[in-house]
């Protein structure tokens, strides 16, 4: 278990619906990364919060958006959502230290069925 | 061309053996590389991290990293049935605007047999 958890587990929602999901970061930790996984690929890098701020993203449209909290949690919004939003969503805690060599741990996901 | 590329699988190796698992990667100035195991349905868990050229060990698992050929190998020795799980090369590519990211393989799929 790495400490990081994620609400909720699964989540069914119908498209032009809003969705937020919810990232607690492992203990000591004060980076969040948000990642999609489709069935068969790796994880797709969404963006990225420390210190509060959104600090890198990837090639997601602007009805992605997060938050970082003072306690470091975190939360991914998905605003008219498309079947193709149907993934898992993974959020992954790391401690910003040495660039380049930051691990990063993931939680257990959520599940998102988007009909 | 993919940025970080597996061979899909599966690998099917038989209880005891070593499994050898490859993947290559674009980005030459790409810093850190990362094995992450994923069984179905589960979230991916890491299991090595390797920043410099050559071998890192740890128990039945072997790193090994080349960035002359852009090249990052994971072998698992004494291979398990528990082994069987998709598993993700992950490397974080010269960091711009200051954040990191990874970068994933589709992952290579990997059944052990007893």
């Known amino acids: 278990e790495t400490g990081v958890t994620q609400s909720p587990t699964h989540l069914i929602k119908t498209r032009g619906q809003q969705v937020t999901l919810r990232c607690s970061s492992q203990s000591g930790h004060n980076t969040v990364s948000w990642y999609q996984q489709a069935l068969g690929q790796g994880p797709q890098f969404i963006f990225q919060?420390?210190?509060?701020?959104?600090?890198g993203r990837g090639n997601f449209p602007p009805r992605f958006s997060g938050l970082q909290f003072p306690n470091y949690s975190s939360e991914l919004n998905v605003n008219a959502l498309e079947l193709d939003d149907s993934a898992l969503y993974l959020c992954?805690?790391?401690?910003?230290?040495?660039?380049?060599?930051?691990?990063?741990?993931f939680g257990p996901g959520t599940r998102l069925l988007v009909l | 061309q993919k940025e970080v590329e597996q061979n899909s699988g599966p690998l099917s190796v038989p209880e005891g053996a070593i499994a050898s698992l490859n993947c290559t990667y674009s980005?030459?100035?790409?810093?850190?590389f990362f094995w992450y195991r994923q069984y179905s349905g589960k979230s991916p868990e890491l299991i090595m991290f390797i920043y410099s050229n050559g071998d890192k060990e740890d128990g039945r698992f072997t790193a090994q990293l080349n960035k002359a050929s852009q090249y990052v190998s994971l072998l698992i020795r004494d291979s398990q049935p528990s082994d069987s799980a998709t598993y993700l090369c992950a490397v974080n590519p010269l960091p711009s605007g200051g954040y990191n990211k990874l970068i994933f393989g589709a992952g290579t799929r990997l059944a052990v047999h007893p």
């Open positions: 992954a805690s790391s401690q910003t230290r040495d660039r380049g060599k930051e691990t990063q741990y």
């Open positions: 980005d030459r100035g790409s810093q850190s």
């Open positions: 919060y420390y210190r509060e701020e959104e600090n």
